[in-house]
C-alpha cells in the first residue's frame, strides 16, 4: 500500500490528517539551528519521519557544504528517537562517491532522490536505471516538472519497471494525477502538504485531501479512471462531487482534473495517449472550456445532440469507442420547456447547447455574440 508523506520546513504539526510518515525539511534553517532542534523535533514527532535537507541546485534552501550537511544527517541519526530515512540527493552521491559509507545506520534507511524543477530530462530512463543500481539504497524518489498531462504516463511506466521502492511523481500544475494515482502502480509513498503549513514543492495536495476527496488509501490497481478536462480546472468543483458520488456508490472509481491547455493538438494528443494507456483504466470526462468543439471532433460515436449542437460536454470510453454526449441541452430544455422568445449570449459550446434546447422547446431564438464567424 502506498504512503503519505507529510512534508512541512522545520516543524512538527499537532495534526497531520492521517499521514504516514512526517518530512522534516531542515534546508531553511542554520546548520547550528537544524543541529539544536532536531532531537526535539524528531522526538515531538507522532508518525516515523524522514529527515530533509534540500540543497538550492534541487529546489531547496541548502547553501553550505556537504560536509554541513553530513552533520546535519549524523545528528539525525544519533538521536534518541532517530528518523526511519534520510534523504540523500543522487548528484551529491556522484560527487562523494563514499557518502552513503559516512551515513550508514542501523535505524534509518535512505531515501535516494533526485530533482528537476525546470522539466522533463532528457535522460530521464538514464537517471532512473542508474540509481536503482546503486547499492545500500532503500528508497529511489524521482521528482520532475510535468510538461503535459502526459508525463505523468512515464510516472506511471517507472513505477511498473522500478527494480526496488520507487517514488515518482511530478511537478506543478500537470503532475497532480502522479501524487493520486500512485497506489494504482504500486509508488512507495506520495508527499503531501498539510493544512496550515506552507507546502514545500509546487502541485503537492494536502495530506487530508488526497486521504479525504481522492480516497487514496482505497485506490488500487483496478481503479478507474474519470476527470474533467478543460484549461483552467485546477478548482473545479467537480471532482469533489463525483467523487463523493463514487463513495456512496462504492464504487471504485476515482474522478481528476485534467489540465490540458487550448488548442486541437494538445486534445488530441493528450486524450488518445490517456486512452491507449489501458493499464490506466480511463473511462470518461467531462468536457469544459475551450475543448467542447474539440470533444465533438475526437469522438468515434456522437449522440444526436452533439452533432446538432456541434460540442459536446461528456465523453465515454468503451471498447475501444470514445463516445460523446451532450447533457447541457437536456438541462437548458428543462430549464425553459415554455420559453416563446430566448435571447442567447454568445455562441461557444455551451450557447450551441441552448440553442438547439430552445429550438427543440419551439421557441424563436436570438444570439448575440462577440465574433460574428461563429452564429
Not at 128 to 140: E, I, K, S
Not at 220 to 231: F, M, P, W
Not at 255 to 266: K, R
Request: glycine letters at 6%; charged letters at 20%; hydrophobic letters at 45%.
Amino acid at each position: 500500500m502506498s504512503l503519505i508523506i507529510a512534508s512541512v520546513h522545520g516543524e512538527v504539526p499537532d495534526q497531520l490528517h492521517g499521514a504516514d510518515l512526517l518530512e522534516i525539511r531542515v534546508d531553511g534553517m542554520q546548520v547550528d539551528e537544524a543541529i539544536e532542534r532536531l532531537p526535539s523535533m524528531l522526538k515531538a514527532a507522532s508518525v516515523p519521519t524522514i529527515v530533509t535537507c534540500r540543497s538550492a541546485a534541487e529546489g531547496g534552501m541548502f547553501e553550505g557544504d556537504e560536509e554541513e550537511r553530513v552533520s546535519i544527517y549524523k545528528t539525525a541519526l544519533d538521536c534518541d528517537t532517530p528518523p526511519q530515512y534520510i534523504d540523500v540527493e543522487y548528484e551529491s552521491l556522484t560527487r562523494h562517491p563514499l557518502l552513503l559509507d559516512a551515513l550508514q545506520s542501523e535505524h534509518a534507511g535512505i531515501i535516494l532522490s533526485w530533482h528537476d524543477f525546470k522539466s522533463r530530462p532528457s535522460d530521464l530512463l538514464q537517471r532512473a536505471a542508474a540509481m536503482q543500481d546503486v547499492a545500500g539504497v532503500d528508497v529511489v524518489k524521482m521528482v520532475w516538472r510535468a510538461r503535459s498531462i502526459r508525463d505523468n504516463l512515464e510516472a506511471f511506466s517507472l513505477l511498473q519497471s522500478r527494480q526496488q521502492p520507487m517514488i515518482a511523481m511530478c511537478l506543478g500544475k500537470y503532475g497532480l494525477m502522479s501524487r493520486v494515482l500512485a497506489p494504482k502502480f504500486g509508488g512507495f509513498a506520495v508527499y503531501a502538504s498539510v493544512d496550515g503549513c506552507k507546502p514545500t514543492a509546487s502541485g503537492q495536495l494536502t495530506t487530508n485531501t488526497l486521504r479525504s476527496m481522492y480516497r487514496f488509501k482505497e485506490i488500487d490497481s483496478q481503479t478507474k479512471l474519470y476527470g474533467v478536462i478543460g484549461n483552467n480546472v485546477a478548482h473545479s468543483a467537480s471532482p469533489a462531487f463525483h467523487n463523493a458520488a463514487f463513495e456512496v456508490a462504492n464504487t471504485n472509481s476515482v474522478y481528476l482534473p485534467m489540465q490540458i491547455p487550448p488548442g486541437w493538438e494538445h486534445f488530441k494528443a493528450s486524450v488518445k495517449e490517456l486512452c491507449g494507456a489501458s493499464s490506466l483504466h480511463f473511462s470518461g470526462a467531462s468536457i469544459t472550456i475551450p475543448h467542447k468543439e474539440n470533444a465533438t471532433k475526437l469522438a468515434t460515436v456522437e449522440d444526436g445532440f452533439c452533432v446538432a449542437a456541434g460540442a459536446t460536454n461528456t465523453l465515454s470510453m468503451r471498447n475501444g469507442e470514445i463516445f460523446a454526449h451532450n447533457t447541457d441541452v437536456c438541462a437548458l430544455a428543462s430549464l425553459a420547456p415554455d420559453a416563446k422568445q430566448v435571447l442567447v449570449l454568445g455562441a461557444g459550446g455551451v450557447a450551441r447547447a441552448a440553442i438547439v434546447a430552445m429550438i427543440n422547446n419551439g421557441a424563436s431564438v436570438f444570439v448575440a455574440a462577440r465574433n460574428a464567424e461563429q452564429v
